[in-house]
């Protein structure tokens, strides 16, 4: 069976206009995904059924057994720790802010180790976007700093960029100029009409350098910042401000060197210096299909995006103390549910040390990292392949994830709601 | 010699996130990637070993001639559990660790590359045999 303008639920580019082709409870085929969506949608290396760690290896439970031990594993704890979450769906990800405010957990998702700073810099200054489909069809200037869209969200220039038509451009491929700032010349790099390289960790100091050239106050900056020509910089000035409208894209490389969040900023406040002679606008390169979903979702049910902590009773926000990396890192949790995520691929080793000596619940299709630390893996069925449900894209738009296979895993949402029914009941709610 | 190393993801990382068991993805994680006038001063060749070192620990990992992709003074890794053996946890206060920009010490080394099986047992953890 065939189905047309399917999502592809790998990166946050959530490309909507998958032909996937499915045949005896498997996908065969798949149309217009780049290579991480076409591996996606044929991976076959799922989970059978919910797996138990014992003392001389692992045994294969039921799903009532994984949810008792799970229950068990949750509310013996004092201070467990929800991790995860941006590989779902939103309809399990408001489960999960439940569950968390029910243990008096602390929720948290993997932005924090990904955009969570760009989202402490736009609580900061505010956040001047726009949805693709603006960048699309309008934008005559796109510059992607610290990030290789070549490599992490393969169609990113060919559906909304660089090769993509737009409407209020005749010729689009000609007419958009292609800025790439980054510290090593990535392949985004050389595709792009200006390369600018500089030195690791000067993101900051060459937006500061542009924004004071932005205002007209060239004299100030040195003939070179952080490895960047004074002479380079004010091309990359002069094409900015004779754009149309200018899109900017960031990636990790602002949130991952030093100055996190203040990278983030001085790169809005950039855009807003900017947005005084054209139209310009920044939208973070998000990772998972979904984080952005799983930011959401927080928001709404907590008033926080990420890094909640509920033992107070109400929300208590604070990023540094309350993400995952610190409270592992502190050992301070004394269980862990992993949704959707892999943290032991992704955390440094101190945070993996203390989940190797904590109960821990995974729930998770795959077999990942994570599996050989926890005490129980509960596999469900995958989101946009085998369950529905509502994720956002890296612009902040929600679209529905389709079903193209009938299964017998449960969806997050299903496994999720049958933990916290039962949560409910033992803590009399 | 010092360096500074960057973490990212590549392509084949990427399409291994929901095979990470496969031999493909130990294999990717498992490179450094290095600028060859680099390569030249620190005596080794593509396909050599060299010892990551960082304040947490090190790693060794298997070198990748970049040619001039990677500036002199910096390596790059794809992200995995090899790099994050050795990244340090402190977040300065924000949640994010320090995945890029930071200062290494790599030598040439004759020592094998751990495979993950001991990687994981090192930190504690049981490999899952996938059946």
């Known amino acids: ?429 | 010699m010092r360096f500074i190393l960057n973490t990212g993801r590549t392509i084949v990382q990427g399409c291994h996130v929901e095979d990470k068991y496969s031999e493909t993805y130990a294999g990717e994680v498992s490179t450094c990637r290095m600028n060859l006038l680099d390569m030249l001063e620190l005596g080794v060749e593509e396909g050599e070993y060299v010892s990551v070192t960082c304040g947490s620990g090190s790693v060794v990992l298997k070198v990748v001639a970049a040619g001039e992709a990677i500036p002199c003074g910096s390596v790059f890794v794809p992200y995995g559990p090899y790099i994050n053996h050795i990244m340090p946890e402190d977040t300065h206060s924000t949640g994010m660790p320090d995945f890029k920009s930071v200062v290494v010490v790599i030598t040439p080394t004759t020592e094998p590359r751990k495979t993950l099986q001991d990687l994981i047992e090192d930190l504690g953890g049981r490999m899952y045999e996938i059946r």
Request: some cysteine.
């Open chain 1, 1 to 429: 069976m065939k189905f047309d303008d399917v999502l592809c639920p790998f990166c946050g580019c959530l490309c909507d206009d998958i032909t996937v082709t499915a045949e005896g409870g498997r996908v065969t085929g798949v149309d217009n995904t780049c290579l991480l969506g076409t591996s996606k949608f044929l991976g076959d290396n799922r989970l059978k059924n919910p797996i138990m760690r014992t003392d001389d290896g692992w045994k294969d439970v039921t799903y009532d057994e994984a949810i008792a031990s799970t229950l068990d594993a949750l509310l013996e704890a004092d201070r467990p720790l929800l991790y995860g979450w941006s590989g779902t769906h939103g309809e399990a990800q408001c489960i999960g802010v439940h569950m968390a405010e029910l243990l008096g957990a602390v929720i948290d998702n993997t932005s924090s180790v990904c955009h969570g700073p760009s989202i402490l810099a736009i609580q900061e200054v505010g956040h001047p976007g726009c949805t693709l489909g603006q960048v699309k069809n309008r934008a005559d200037v796109i510059i992607y700093w610290g990030c290789n869209p070549t490599e992490a969200h393969p169609r990113h220039m060919s559906r909304y960029t660089t090769y993509a038509d737009g409407y209020f451009l005749d010729n689009a491929f000609r007419d958009r100029t292609v800025i790439v700032v980054d510290v090593r010349r990535t392949e985004t790099a050389e595709l792009a009409d200006v390369f600018v390289e500089i030195k690791p960790g000067g993101d900051y100091a060459v937006l500061s350098a542009l924004r004071a050239m932005v205002r007209g106050r060239d004299e100030m900056i040195p003939d070179s910042i952080a490895g960047v020509s004074k002479e380079q910089l004010r091309h990359i000035v002069e094409i900015c401000k004779n754009a149309k409208f200018c899109a900017v894209f960031f990636g990790v490389g602002l949130t991952m060197t030093r100055g996190k969040y203040k990278n983030v900023r001085n790169a809005i406040e950039l855009v807003d210096e900017l947005s005084r002679h054209t139209k310009a606008t920044i939208t973070p390169m998000r990772g998972h299909f979904n984080v952005y979903g799983s930011n959401e979702v927080n928001t709404w049910m907590s008033g926080y995006p990420y890094a909640i902590d509920f033992c107070r009773g109400i929300a208590f926000y604070n990023p540094g103390e309350t993400t995952a990396v610190d409270i592992l890192a502190r050992k301070e949790c004394d269980a862990a549910l992993i949704v959707a995520s892999d943290p032991a691929a992704h955390l440094p080793s101190k945070c993996i040390r203390h989940l190797a000596n904590i109960p821990v619940v995974q729930i998770d299709p795959y077999p990942n990292m994570t599996t050989a630390f926890c005490n129980l893996q509960i596999p469900v069925a995958v989101s946009g392949i085998d369950a529905e449900g509502t994720a956002y894209r890296m612009d902040g738009v929600p679209i529905r994830l389709r079903k193209v296979l009938e299964t017998e895993y449960p969806t997050d949402t299903m496994l999720l709601g049958r933990i916290y029914e039962a949560m409910m009941e033992v803590r009399g709610r």
